[in-house]
């Protein structure tokens, strides 16, 4: 009989915490739920930001469990799809979160980027394999080949980049002149003594010359000058084929030096061991790209054929760039320096290259 009256007690204890705890409940409950109505009666604007990954915004049009957005941040109705977009190396970030912005946020279907690289991103758009390159603009080469398959290109300008130079942290050498450039890769300067460094002789990279790393190169430290043979000066200067083994070999190598685009490696490499050179005591970054007081500045563009329809997704991507949702995207995924121009025709079937502002 005792065991049968503390089984009782002990029943009846649980019961009154179980009823106390689901009161509690109830007035938490309704704590939050006037603190809700509080919150939806003052606020009436909903807080919107942005990340190059994944904006938030107020969703349109919900349904059961998907959500559709038909308009873009700026307000600018969706295209069908994704085009076929090709680049250069140096424009892999900006491609790469385009894509993501346009399938993971705003659901839309179309093929992956690809990068062909500067010269063969170009030849496929004049053959039609791709609808939307970045690159640099067309080079003498690549203006005879849209001139044989009789293509005209539009282009729109959308930053300035800088082309760097590159080398091991350790190396005590942290500035270079215009000419002490010229001159290690011209082979007159091989040894990193004669730059007040260490007594080791200098192995200097640089790329293929239907690069668009190597063609700013070329333009911008030889400009109307009469350029090297580079792959006969010395058994130090190596060719790469590519701007990711260049800057991984001046990572493994205190004595080396090579060049690259200055967005490209701010995005794929983070080492304590690669350093960018000053250029006549100016470092390269946004802010001495944007005032031109660094030395090498080069130009960013979105490039689609002249033919394209005006309502075709190429085309509504190409007039995209320049409201301030791709400003965002270029400004979080890369250290270019944002500067968007009004669209250009350029005639490359008639064997130039000229840029002729398009006027509405």
Known sequence: MKSITIRATVVATILVLMIGVAAAACNLRSVRNAETEETHATQTTPKTEYTSLRPTREQTEPTESIVIIKRTEDGIPLPKDIPQIDSSTARIPI????????????????????????????????????????AVLPTEEEISYFDEKNVDIEARLYGCDGLVFIGNSANPVKNLTSDQIKGIYSGKIKNWKELGGDDAPIVAYYRDEQSGSQRF???????????????????????????????????IDKYAIGFNIMSYVDMSFDSSDLMLFKVNGVEPKTETLADSSYEYVTQAYIMIRADEPQDSSARWFFNWFGCRESRRLIENTSELSVTFSDPYLIRLSEGKSELTEISD
Do not use: R
């Open 217 to 251: 190169f070329e333009k911008l430290v030889w400009a109307g000058e009469t350029i090297p043979d580079f792959s006969g000066l010395t058994k130090e200067m190596i060719e790469s084929g590519d701007m990711g083994e260049i800057t991984t070999n001046v990572i």
């Open 95 to 134: 491609t790469d979160n385009l894509y993501y912005l346009f399938t993971e946020w705003y659901m839309l279907k179309g093929p992956a980027p690809i990068c062909s690289k500067t010269h063969q991103a170009l030849l496929n758009l004049a053959d039609g394999t791709v609808d939307l390159v970045f």
